[in-house]
């Protein structure tokens, strides 16, 4: 386990970096990420190369036991290469060119930028392939941040093309798959076919998910043509990418197929700002559900550990607010991250910035390089971790960025946001302190004791033939809403919903609505009544026995959720978006099927994850918790009771732990 820091030497008096080197060693910090942003001072005019700074800095991180972490410096192409060859920027739907001034301007299907790439990439490969301080790189920095995964220009209109005509087997083809009949957008030749731009009214729906794959493969393309020149340079070194929380446009799972580690860059009080009323505890320490789903699609994405790569230091500058973190909670995210799977958590960045956009963006050092809270925590946190195996998930929850895309082209209903859906049965689960591996539905799910399929929207005959035989060998299954309702280039089916998995789920779906949120809307489960939100279908069935049924409403007396034995397991269908008590019985149901060992119902805020024996508590509330656990059992670290933001590492088994909160209330 180890925990580091992004550091930028080229912001610095020189005769400060080894000050700052021996702090960051003193702190008990391993890893140093470096260069992600320092092309203008890499290269600072065409051809004229200077890395002799960055050598000194990788030198003295190394003189002082640590690490470096280096980053191409691709998101940032300088002046002097925006003015040679303009035709490298972005260009947005309506035409506009993102222009030279902030960050990630280029285009991923710009030839010229590829060669660029290609460039700057090789120098430095070359330069530092012996240097044996130079643990791994980093490709890029947050690919699609600010919105860049989509572009528009010329030459992803070229690429687009080409990327279609490799496809289908021809315009015919195109044309009978996508049913362009519709508003006579029946195509004769690949050439006539554009990038989505500016229309009166929303694109095809079709056309829309290609562009989306298509955005996606190019960055796909992009990271792997800098991910193959650091590998021909140096074999040992780990290639990795920082990517974002839940972020939608770029296939994750795609782009890790490249890489040797994953990482994330995490900042919870900034993320939490995107929910819909989060509370005081939420600004000063996050929700530590929406950081783990995180934490688990990327330990997921290769099946392995993965890095926080940039740790929120302390306050941030890019939410709407911008409070001071709690007391202590750099330290509790570290071990969050830890007990989610991770195996290094690199905070984001050393020192406040004295110039530029991130003036408000805090460090583990203050302005003047005097220690901010967040040293102290980082350097607590680089004592108190260990090392330890990776996590065995029990459950599987699956996500697929199609689905993703593909619902938010046609959500039919302004509440529908794929991962609100997501997370709506991730946060039942976690509300169990069950370990979850978050997987795209073509891995192997024999391993699981259960999965959970929120929303596969896009359904094909392979995909049911898989899930099939992992429920018929006895695996446990829960499917949401709009499972199976269109086929895999966004087209109703010539069959009802759920098509090629109606025999696994043993009933279609007769009809759906979507309801605003001021419609009551009630189920029954088990003899139980629950509220659901948003989406409704109602089911004919065909084999399944029905544990649920509408209460009201126009679909009144009909089944609502279904459950079909299959094989030697089963598959329960959810055909409403569940509220919260229904997403806990649900999973509890589930759960208890697939004997999988849980916790009590956990209050919202407090966190339990077990990894190699241990059971990390953490608490993302301002109120002390005591954890219930048979006398005798050990703790690594803290003690019972737990303090608001603070951590309890225990030697248990995660069922034997419960959890009381000392003052329920939370603020
Ligand atoms: C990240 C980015 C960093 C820095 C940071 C500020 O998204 O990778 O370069 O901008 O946000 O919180």
Same mark, same amino acid.
């Given at each position: 386990?180890?925990?580091?820091?992004?550091?930028?030497?080229?912001?610095?008096?020189?005769?400060?970096?080894?000050?700052?080197?021996?702090?960051?060693?003193?702190?008990?910090?391993?890893?140093?990420?470096?260069?992600?942003?320092?092309?203008?001072?890499?290269?600072?005019?065409?051809?004229?190369?200077?890395?002799?700074?960055?050598?000194?800095?990788?030198?003295?991180?190394?003189?002082?036991?640590?690490?470096?972490?280096?980053?191409?410096?691709?998101?940032?192409?300088?002046?002097?290469?925006?003015?040679?060859?303009? +035709?490298?920027?972005?260009?947005?739907?309506?035409?506009?060119?993102?222009?030279?001034?902030?960050?990630?301007?280029?285009?991923?299907?710009?030839?010229?930028?590829?060669?660029?790439?290609?460039?700057?990439?090789?120098?430095?490969?070359?330069?530092?392939?012996?240097?044996?301080?130079?643990? +791994?790189?980093?490709?890029?920095?947050?690919?699609?941040?600010?919105?860049?995964?989509?572009?528009?220009?010329?030459?992803?209109?070229?690429?687009?093309?080409?990327?279609?005509?490799?496809?289908?087997?021809?315009?015919?083809?195109?044309?009978?798959?996508?049913?362009?009949?519709?508003?006579?957008?029946?195509?004769? %030749?690949?050439?006539?076919?554009?990038?989505?731009?500016?229309?009166?009214?929303?694109?095809?729906?079709?056309?829309?998910?290609?562009?989306?794959?298509?955005?996606?493969?190019?960055?796909?393309?992009?990271?792997?043509?800098?991910?193959?020149?650091?590998?021909?340079?140096?074999?040992?070194?780990?290639?990795?990418?920082?990517?974002?929380?839940?972020?939608?446009?770029?296939?994750?799972?795609?782009?890790?197929?490249?890489?040797?580690?994953?990482?994330?860059?995490?900042?919870?009080?900034?993320?939490?700002?995107?929910?819909?009323?989060?509370?005081?505890?939420?600004?000063?320490?996050?929700?530590?559900?929406?950081? %783990?789903?995180?934490?688990?699609?990327?330990?997921?994405?290769?099946?392995?550990?993965?890095?926080?790569?940039?740790?929120?230091?302390?306050?941030?500058?890019?939410?709407?607010?911008?409070?001071?973190?709690?007391?202590?909670?750099?330290?509790?995210?570290?071990?969050?991250?830890?007990?989610? +799977?991770?195996?290094?958590?690199?905070?984001?960045?050393?020192?406040?910035?004295?110039?530029?956009?991130?003036?408000?963006?805090?460090?583990?050092?203050?302005?003047?390089?005097?220690?901010?809270?967040?040293?102290?925590?980082?350097?607590?946190?680089?004592?108190?971790?260990?090392?330890?195996?990776?996590?065995?998930?029990?459950?599987?929850?699956?996500?697929?960025?199609?689905?993703?895309?593909?619902?938010?082209?046609?959500?039919?209903?302004?509440?529908?946001?794929?991962?609100?859906?997501?997370?709506?049965?991730?946060?039942?689960?976690?509300?169990?302190?069950?370990?979850?591996?978050?997987?795209?539905?073509?891995?192997?799910?024999?391993?699981?004791?259960?999965?959970?399929?929120?929303?596969?929207?896009?359904?094909?005959?392979?995909?049911?033939?898989?899930?099939?035989?992992?429920?018929?060998?006895?695996?446990?299954?829960?499917?949401?809403?709009?499972?199976?309702?269109?086929?895999?280039?966004?087209?109703?089916?010539?069959?009802?919903?759920?098509?090629?998995?109606?025999?696994?789920?043993?009933?279609?779906?007769?009809?759906?609505?979507?309801?605003?949120?001021?419609?009551?809307?009630?189920?029954?489960?088990?003899?139980?009544?629950?509220?659901?939100?948003?989406?409704?279908?109602?089911?004919?069935?065909?084999?399944?026995? @029905?544990?649920?049924?509408?209460?009201?409403?126009?679909?009144?007396?009909?089944?609502?959720?279904?459950?079909?034995?299959?094989?030697?397991?089963?598959?329960?269908?959810?055909?409403?978006?569940?509220?919260?008590?229904?997403?806990?019985?649900?999973?509890?149901?589930?759960?208890?099927?697939?004997?999988?060992?849980?916790?009590? @119902?956990?209050?919202?805020?407090?966190?339990?994850?077990?990894?190699?024996?241990?059971?990390?508590?953490?608490?993302?509330?301002?109120?002390?918790?005591?954890?219930?656990?048979?006398?005798?059992?050990?703790?690594?670290?803290?003690?019972?009771?737990?303090?608001?933001?603070?951590?309890?590492?225990?030697?248990?088994?995660?069922?034997?732990?419960?959890?009381?909160?000392?003052?329920?209330?939370?603020?």
């Amino acid at each position: 386990m180890s925990i580091g820091v992004c550091y930028f030497p080229e912001h610095w008096p020189r005769d400060r970096w080894e000050e700052a080197v021996q702090e960051m060693a003193d702190a008990g910090l391993e890893y140093v990420r470096m260069g992600e942003f320092a092309w203008s001072r890499i290269e600072p005019r065409r051809g004229e190369f200077d890395l002799e700074w960055l050598e000194a800095a990788v030198d003295l991180v190394g003189e002082y036991g640590m690490q470096a972490v280096l980053c191409t410096p691709t998101a940032t192409p300088p002046k002097w290469l925006v003015d040679e060859r303009p +035709g490298i920027l972005q260009e947005d739907a309506d035409g506009t060119v993102k222009d030279y001034g902030s960050r990630r301007h280029y285009c991923f299907n710009s030839p010229a930028y590829r060669e660029e790439t290609r460039r700057i990439v090789s120098k430095l490969a070359e330069h530092f392939a012996d240097h044996p301080h130079v643990a +791994g790189w980093q490709t890029d920095n947050e690919f699609g941040c600010h919105g860049t995964v989509r572009c528009y220009c010329a030459d992803c209109a070229t690429a687009f093309r080409d990327w279609l005509r490799k496809k289908f087997d021809s315009i015919d083809d195109l044309n009978e798959t996508w049913g362009t009949t519709f508003w006579s957008q029946h195509l004769t %030749g690949f050439h006539e076919i554009d990038p989505p731009r500016e229309t009166p009214a929303g694109h095809h729906p079709s056309r829309l998910l290609e562009y989306h794959r298509f955005s996606s493969d190019s960055v796909v393309a992009y990271n792997r043509l800098q991910a193959d020149i650091l590998r021909k340079h140096n074999d040992e070194w780990f290639v990795t990418h920082n990517f974002m929380g839940q972020f939608g446009d770029l296939d994750a799972f795609d782009v890790a197929e490249d890489l040797d580690l994953v990482s994330w860059d995490s900042y919870p009080t900034g993320s939490v700002q995107s929910t819909e009323e989060p509370t005081v505890d939420d600004y000063r320490a996050g929700d530590p559900r929406q950081v %783990g789903l995180s934490h688990d699609l990327y330990r997921g994405a290769l099946g392995k550990p993965f890095w926080v790569m940039e740790q929120q230091p302390g306050d941030i500058n890019w939410p709407p607010h911008s409070p001071q973190p709690a007391e202590g909670a750099m330290r509790l995210w570290a071990h969050h991250a830890v007990a989610h +799977g991770g195996d290094a958590v690199m905070y984001f960045r050393w020192r406040r910035c004295r110039e530029g956009q991130e003036q408000y963006h805090a460090g583990l050092r203050k302005q003047d390089g005097s220690p901010d809270r967040g040293y102290a925590d980082a350097s607590r946190a680089a004592d108190e971790l260990f090392d330890l195996a990776p996590v065995d998930a029990p459950v599987a929850l699956l996500h697929r960025y199609d689905d993703l895309w593909a619902t938010s082209i046609q959500p039919h209903s302004p509440d529908f946001d794929y991962w609100d859906h997501v997370e709506t049965y991730y946060r039942a689960l976690r509300r169990r302190g069950v370990q979850v591996d978050v997987i795209p539905p073509d891995r192997d799910l024999s391993d699981y004791a259960a999965v959970v399929a929120p929303s596969l929207y896009l359904a094909a005959d392979a995909l049911a033939d898989r899930l099939a035989t992992y429920v018929a060998g006895g695996g446990h299954l829960l499917c949401g809403v709009r499972t199976g309702e269109k086929d895999s280039y966004n087209k109703l089916p010539n069959a009802p919903q759920p098509g090629p998995l109606a025999d696994l789920l043993g009933a279609t779906v007769d009809r759906h609505e979507t309801l605003p949120a001021d419609f009551e809307t009630r189920v029954t489960y088990d003899g139980d009544t629950y509220d659901y939100r948003t989406w409704a279908e109602w089911f004919d069935l065909d084999g399944a026995t @029905v544990r649920g049924e509408h209460a009201g409403g126009v679909a009144d007396g009909t089944p609502a959720i279904v459950e079909h034995e299959y094989g030697a397991g089963s598959a329960t269908w959810c055909g409403v978006w569940p509220g919260t008590d229904l997403a806990d019985a649900l999973v509890e149901s589930l759960l208890a099927r697939a004997d999988i060992e849980r916790t009590p @119902v956990l209050p919202d805020g407090v966190a339990v994850a077990e990894r190699d024996g241990h059971v990390w508590v953490t608490n993302f509330t301002g109120s002390p918790v005591s954890v219930d656990v048979p006398s005798g059992t050990e703790w690594v670290v803290g003690s019972n009771p737990i303090d608001g933001f603070d951590v309890g590492v225990l030697k248990a088994d995660p069922a034997e732990v419960g959890i009381t909160v000392a003052d329920s209330e939370r603020s």
